[in-house]
């Protein structure tokens, strides 16, 4: 652990957490779950060692299906951590959910290919039709 580099918590504050470690990536999802977990078009989040996120207040609540677990509040609903079996070394974070989102930036643009059709995107941010796991990225480059 390299100190303290972020903390979050859900809409409730009955869940509270820090981030010990650098990020591995960040960015945009576009995928269907992502959208059907949170309710919105796009999502973004922060990827980082699974060993780097320490809940200080309370656990989220645990939804698994299709080799994917996401993690959200029980009480305010707000969804917080997505971990899936084909990467486990790593948890991904909603960035919306830290306390300061200002210090983290989105890199890229993920399952580019279930865009919703009339959200429109303007940046120049690397564009992968799918997860970019198994097509050699190196986010460290973003």
């Known amino acids: 652990m390299s100190g303290i580099i972020a903390s979050g918590r859900c809409l409730c504050r009955n869940i ?14 576009h995928c269907e779950s992502c959208r059907r977990m949170t309710g919105s078009v796009v999502t973004n989040w922060l990827g980082i060692k699974d060993t780097d996120l320490v809940f200080t207040k309370g656990r989220p609540a645990k939804f698994k299906d ?8 029980s009480r305010c609903g707000s969804s917080l951590t997505y971990e899936a079996t084909s990467f486990p070394e790593y948890i991904q ?8 989102p200002n210090t983290i930036t989105p890199r890229a643009h993920v399952h580019f290919a279930e865009k919703v059709e009339w959200f429109d995107v303007n940046d120049r941010l690397p564009r992968f039709e799918g997860s970019a796991v198994g097509e050699g990225v190196d986010w460290k480059k973003f």
């Open 16 to 29: 509270q957490y820090q981030i010990e470690g650098e990020p591995v990536w960040t960015g945009y999802c």
């Open 66 to 73: 299709a080799g994917v677990t996401r993690g959200f509040c």
């Open 93 to 100: 974070v909603h960035i919306g959910t830290l306390d300061n």
